[in-house]
């Protein structure tokens, strides 16, 4: 029985399941396994990311630290899109299709949008926006861990596709639109007089930054220059 689907991505879905059971055992494995530690990866990223900007100006800092809160904020959107869309999960209502390579998920957990695809996307997104050089592995890391929930057998390729541009526009406009005020937030951080907040908030730096990943613009005075001299 096909459920409620927003469009049918089923002929898809059983080429991409037909052709993972094709594929040797030790790559089903790495999907199984990548499906996960991608979510991992981008934690540990995120925490990275988090360290790097405390010498950073105060929005690198805000940035870093709204990347995962968008994120968290579209994991919640999508597991609300859940509940208004209930697709049931394609292991059970493609007819035809291969067995999937892990257990399906029980009645209820519906399939539309894909939550894995969704974090994926908006960290990806996020981490780029903290980070600008990491878009090389960030980026594919999203690609690849959409592509796993297909291959997997657990989403249609629409669930994936729509989690990734979800994720990526939730987490841009919260990263976006809460770069001004947070860059406030971390100023007063940094002049607080508990130690844990300091120490989050980090000691900043010298240097102004413009932005994550932008380049430094010294704020001290050259050396020999005096006031109302122009240094070359």
């Not at 669930?159 to 990734?164: N, P």
């Not at 939730?170 to 770069?179: D, I, N, Q, S």
């Not at 380049?215 to 109302?228: F, N």
Request: charged fraction near 15%.
């Amino acid at each position: 029985m096909e459920s409620n689907t927003p469009v049918d991505t089923s002929d898809l879905y059983r080429d991409i399941t037909g052709f993972a059971h094709d594929t040797p055992t030790w790559l089903q494995t790495v999907a199984e396994v990548w499906t996960e530690a991608g979510l991992l990866l981008f934690g540990v990223l995120f925490v990275v990311a988090w360290w790097r900007a405390r010498r950073g100006d105060p929005r690198a800092l805000a940035i870093s630290v709204l990347a995962p809160l968008g994120t968290a904020f579209a994991y919640v959107v999508s597991e609300l899109s859940k509940s208004v869309v209930d697709e049931e999960r394609p292991c059970r209502a493609v007819a035809g299709a291969a067995a999937s390579l892990v257990e399906c998920p029980p009645v209820g957990d519906w399939s539309f949008p894909s939550n894995h695809s969704t974090i994926a996307g908006a960290a990806a997104v996020a981490l780029v926006l903290a980070w600008r050089s990491l878009a090389w592995l960030t980026l594919p890391m999203a690609v690849l861990m959409a592509f796993s929930r297909v291959f997997v057998g657990v989403h249609y390729p629409h669930d994936v596709a729509v989690g990734l541009l979800l994720g990526a526009l939730v987490a841009f406009l919260v990263v976006r639109v809460g770069a001004r005020p947070g860059a406030r937030v971390v100023v007063a951080m940094r002049g607080s007089s508990t130690g844990v907040v300091r120490w989050f908030a980090g000691p900043g730096d010298a240097a102004v930054r413009g932005d994550a990943g932008g380049a430094y613009v010294s704020a001290a005075p050259q050396p020999g220059a005096h006031q109302g001299e122009r240094t070359p």
